[in-house]
C-alpha cells in the first residue's frame, strides 16, 4: 500500500464530503456550548448533544450569526467539511436560527438566503411593467375570487387589453407544479406582455406553495415581467422577492398590470389645451417681436418720398437715354437700308444695266468670253426679260457688226 501524507488523506476526505449530497446541504439541531467572534466578523462555535459535538464557523455575511450563544438551542444550515490544519470536522453555516421558530420558517430563511445569492431578488435584473400592455396573462385559479377580481378591475380600467388565464391550483401538494407548467405555457405563447401571479388570501400554510424554490425559479426563468398579488398586504413570499413588481393583494396586481384609460383621456386632454395655449403664446410672442422690429425699423429708414422723387428722376433719365439711343439706331439703319437700296440689281437695272444668263442653265454670264455664237441667253432689264441668240462676240470697246 502506498503511504499518503497527511494533507493528501485530508483532501481526499474533502473530496469524499464534497460528493456527499447530504453532507454539502445539511441542517444541523444542536445546543451552542462555546462561542467567539473575530474581528474580521466570523463567528466561531461549538454545538452539541447529549452525545457528540462540532465545531462550526458562519463567515460574515451570513444570516443569524447574533442568535450563536452559549446554551442557547439553534438550527444551523450549512455543510460539513475538513478543517485542513487541524483535521477536524466543522459545520460551515449559512444561515442560523433559533430551534423555537420552526423547522419550516429555518428552511425558509435558509433558502430566501441560498436564492439572494444566486441574485434572483437582484433589483437590477427586475424589468419594467409595459406601459400600455396589449396582452396580460393571468396565473390562478379559474374558481377562485383572485381571477373574478382581475378581470373585474382590468375591464374597469383598460378594456381594450386581451386578458389570458393559465389556470392552476394555488394550494396544496400538486400546486407547485401547476404553477410552474402555467407560467411556462404563458411565456410559450407569443405576445404576452405581462404576467400576474396571483392568489387572494389565506393561512401561512395555504401560501407556503410560493415559497417553494421551483415556483421561484419558474418566476426568474420568465420572458415576460412577471407581477405577484398574493395573500394580503402583510404577507411576503419568496415569489414576491423574485418578481419584477410585487402588488399586496390581486386587485393591486391588476392595477399595476395596466394603465387607467380614463386618465389617459384626462392626460391627452389637458395635454391638447396645454399645447393650444402654447401655440397661442408663441404666435402672440411671434407677433410683438414682428411689432417690436417695425418699430425700431420705422426709425431708422430714410424719407421714402424724397427716396420716390430720386428713383422717379432717374428712371426719367433712363427712359430719355434710351430713346435717344433708339433713334439714333433707327436713322442708321435708315442710311443702311437706303445704301443697301442703291445697290441691289432691280436699282441697278433700273439705271440701265441688264443681267446675261445662259437659256438652258440660268448660269450669270460675267464675261463675253463664257459665250460662243448661236447661245441661246435670257436678258434681264429692270421691267422684264428678253429671250436672245448670239451672234457674234467681241471685246470691250470694240462695236461688232451684226451684219
Not at 447574533?66 to 475538513?82: M, Q, T, Y
Amino acid at each position: 500500500m502506498k503511504a499518503v501524507s497527511v494533507s493528501e488523506a485530508l483532501s481526499h476526505l474533502n473530496e469524499l464530503i464534497d460528493a456527499d449530497q447530504l453532507l454539502n446541504d445539511i441542517c444541523v439541531l444542536g445546543e451552542v456550548s462555546r462561542a467567539s467572534r473575530a474581528a474580521s466578523g466570523h463567528t466561531y462555535f461549538t454545538i452539541k448533544d447529549s452525545e457528540s459535538s462540532l465545531d462550526g464557523a458562519i463567515f460574515r455575511g451570513g444570516v443569524g450569526a447574533s442568535h450563536i450563544e452559549a446554551g442557547v438551542e439553534i438550527i444551523a444550515f450549512g455543510r460539513i467539511s475538513v478543517y485542513a490544519r487541524t483535521g477536524r470536522l466543522q459545520l460551515i453555516a449559512h444561515v442560523v436560527q433559533p430551534s423555537g421558530i420552526g423547522m419550516l420558517q429555518a428552511q425558509f430563511e435558509e433558502m430566501k438566503v441560498r436564492l439572494e445569492s444566486e441574485g434572483l431578488f437582484d433589483s437590477s435584473r427586475k424589468r419594467p411593467i409595459p406601459e400600455y400592455p396589449g396582452v396580460v396573462g393571468v396565473v390562478t385559479s379559474e374558481n377562485a375570487a383572485a381571477w373574478e377580481d382581475i378581470k373585474r378591475t382590468i375591464r374597469n380600467r383598460y378594456p381594450q387589453v386581451e386578458l389570458v388565464l393559465s389556470h392552476t391550483l394555488v394550494q396544496g401538494d400538486q400546486a407547485t407544479p401547476e404553477i410552474v407548467n402555467a407560467i411556462k405555457v404563458l411565456n410559450d405563447l407569443e405576445g404576452i406582455d405581462v404576467i400576474i401571479v396571483a392568489r387572494g388570501g389565506g393561512s401561512p400554510e395555504d401560501l407556503s406553495v410560493f415559497n417553494d424554490e421551483n415556483v421561484a425559479r419558474a418566476i426568474f426563468a420568465s420572458s415576460a415581467p412577471v407581477i405577484t398579488g398574493i395573500g394580503h398586504e402583510n404577507d411576503w413570499s419568496i415569489a414576491d422577492l423574485v418578481a419584477d413588481s410585487r402588488a399586496s393583494t390581486p386587485t393591486a396586481a391588476a392595477v399595476m398590470s395596466v394603465p387607467d384609460y380614463k386618465e389617459l383621456i384626462e392626460r391627452i386632454t389637458n395635454s391638447k389645451s396645454q399645447l393650444v395655449n402654447l401655440m397661442h403664446d408663441a404666435v402672440a410672442d411671434k407677433h410683438r417681436t414682428i411689432e417690436v422690429a417695425v418699430l425700431k425699423v420705422g426709425t431708422v429708414l430714410p424719407n421714402f418720398d424724397f427716396l420716390k422723387i430720386k428713383i422717379d428722376d432717374f428712371v426719367a433719365n433712363i427712359i430719355r437715354n434710351t430713346e435717344s439711343q433708339l433713334e439714333f439706331s433707327k436713322n442708321r439703319l435708315n442710311g443702311i437700308k437706303e445704301k443697301l437700296n442703291v445697290m441691289s440689281p432691280e436699282s441697278v437695272m433700273a439705271r440701265g444695266y441688264a443681267v446675261i444668263q445662259r437659256y438652258e442653265s440660268s448660269e450669270v454670264v460675267k464675261s463675253v468670253s463664257g459665250l460662243t455664237p448661236d447661245d441661246k441667253i435670257t436678258i434681264t432689264l429692270s421691267d422684264g426679260k428678253i429671250g436672245a441668240r448670239v451672234l457674234k462676240k467681241s471685246k470691250s470697246g470694240y462695236q461688232p457688226n451684226l451684219l
